[in-house]
């Protein structure tokens, strides 16, 4: 971690960056992703020149933090909201005897975790199979739709629970979705699913690709801009399993 101008900040060096990149989260904080070979040198400027756009995210993750603390109680999470698909869940946890967790929907949006929930590891285990789950049910067929809708094809689909990437598209066309996308409001998720779409064409950041990005969706570059904060609303005890 290195200061900048008052912006603590980590440099992380990436082989599949084309170019250097700043993001932001309340976990990590600012991160500057820069390409193989980047002149570290060009860092401070880089930052600097993104200035406004820092004031003007750290203020909102600062303004948002108490209510994202709120979703959780001694680390374990008190309210899932999955604002992709439009549905918020309470979890409750009942301690019992029985060593082995379950967990059960009940009437209400409600989640309910049944055992031993003194080891919150485990809690969080429980409830991340879960919402693989929900991801799988809702994201995949998502895609399957905007890709009908704007002309694509989509060979295979998966869903896993990444750290650090919202999604993937490999050479052979397969798309990898973040379980995490269901945190985000829905148009950013839309914007996700159609920027791997595109790499289904170009599997690149070229004039081309971007060209083709812009036909489906014109103000791509603000819905860029937002993701880069999007972080925030995704709960912190994900990160921390």
């Known amino acids: 971690m290195v200061m900048s101008e008052g912006y603590p900040h980590t440099v992380r060096q990436s082989s599949r960056a ?6 932001v989260s309340p976990r990590q904080g600012l991160v500057v992703v820069i390409p193989t070979g980047y002149d570290r040198s060009r860092v401070p400027a880089l930052i600097e020149g993104k200035r406004a756009w820092l004031d003007k995210t750290f203020r909102t993750i600062e303004a948002q933090r108490d209510s994202i603390e709120d979703e959780c109680c001694g680390g374990l999470p008190r309210i899932l909201r999955l604002r992709s698909i439009g549905e918020e869940w309470s979890v409750d946890h009942e301690p019992g ?3 082995r967790l379950t967990l059960r929907e009940t009437d209400g949006a409600r989640l309910v975790i049944t055992g031993d929930t003194s080891d919150v590891t485990v809690s969080h285990e429980v409830l991340a ?3 693989k789950r929900k991801a799988r049910h809702h994201l995949g067929p998502w895609l399957r739709d905007v890709a009908d809708e704007c002309g694509f094809a989509v060979r295979d689909i998966s869903v896993r ?18 379980v995490k996308l269901l945190f985000l409001p829905r148009e950013l998720t839309d914007h996700v699913l159609l920027h791997e779409l595109c790499h289904t064409v170009h599997l690149n950041h070229s004039k081309a690709f971007w060209r083709l990005v812009s036909k489906h969706q014109p103000d791509h570059k603000q819905k860029d801009t937002e993701l880069r904060a999007a972080w925030r609303y995704v709960p912190a005890w994900l990160d921390t399993r």
Do not use: M, P, V
């Open 161 to 178: 629970l990444q750290r650090t990437r919202w999604a993937s598209c490999s050479k052979h066309g397969r798309i990898n979705l973040n």
């Open 97 to 99: 005897d029985s060593d």
């Open 18 to 23: 084309k170019r250097a990149r700043l993001t």
């Open 129 to 131: 199979r879960w919402l």
